[in-house]
């Protein structure tokens, strides 16, 4: 089934640990993104990648990182963890055409 | 930076009754889209509106896209219960990135 994978599903963290939030998809779109969902602030983008190879900077993109090897995958990187990154984590891909915006299934992240 | 507002924040109504969610941008927009989510899922996308006063309506949905390209609003008509949920616009000033608005909680009361 075409779609957006993202794992894990839940998790929950130490502090100052590392975590990486995996995102794939297997329609081929270029366009990546990756949002967090916070009660009363909507969704706020973090980072983003036009295509393969290039990424860009969002409104949140402080004690985060990505990477865009390949078109399918779109890694999002927590490289020592807080407890303000407590959020829902959503990654999106662009549909080529209509510029919709196709959500994975979200990532529940916990920092403790 | 680009900023999307939304208001209201929440919206409780009959069911039968019409709502109304509006979103405004800090700067002028090359298009605007409106996605809904359902209590627990992803945003799903509705519908992208792209020229100056541009109308669209999807069954009991009306959308508008304001002269300016600036504002925005999503018109439901009649008020189900299968209508709950968060309805976020989402802002495009031509490149890449999609700000999102903060969203309307919509509750309809059988």
């Known amino acids: 089934i075409a779609g957006i994978t993202q794992a894990p599903t839940s998790q929950i963290l130490a502090a100052g640990r590392r975590m990486t939030l995996r995102c794939t998809q297997d329609?081929?779109?270029?366009?990546m993104y990756w949002y967090r969902q916070d009660l009363g602030l909507g969704l706020r983008l973090i980072h983003y990648?036009?295509?393969?190879?290039?990424?860009g900077k969002g409104e949140v993109p402080d004690g985060y990182s990505v990477s865009r090897a390949n078109t399918d995958d779109f890694p999002l990187t927590l490289a020592s963890a807080v407890p303000s990154q407590t959020s829902v984590y959503f990654c999106?891909?662009?549909?080529?055409?209509?510029?919709?915006?196709?959500f994975g299934e979200g990532s529940r992240l916990t920092v403790l | 930076g680009q900023q999307v507002m939304q208001i209201p924040q929440y919206q409780h109504v009959q069911e039968g009754e019409d709502f109304t969610t509006y979103c405004n941008s800090s700067?002028?927009?090359?298009?605007i889209q409106w996605y809904k989510q359902r209590p627990g899922g992803h945003p799903v996308f509705l519908i992208q509106?792209?020229?100056?006063?541009e109308v669209k309506k999807q069954k009991r949905l009306t959308f508008q896209f304001g002269e300016a390209k600036k504002n925005s609003s999503l018109h439901i008509t009649a008020t189900q219960t299968t209508d709950v949920g968060t309805y976020f616009c989402?802002?495009?000033?031509?490149?890449?990135?999609?700000?999102f608005g903060t969203g309307t909680r919509l509750k309809v009361l059988a």
């Open positions: 700067t002028t927009l090359s298009n």
């Open positions: 990648s036009n295509t393969a190879g290039t990424t």
């Open positions: 989402a802002g495009n000033s031509g490149t890449y990135k999609y700000i």
């Open positions: 329609m081929r779109h270029n366009a």
């Open positions: 509106l792209v020229k100056s006063g």
């Open positions: 999106a891909s662009r549909v080529q055409g209509t510029g919709e915006l196709f």
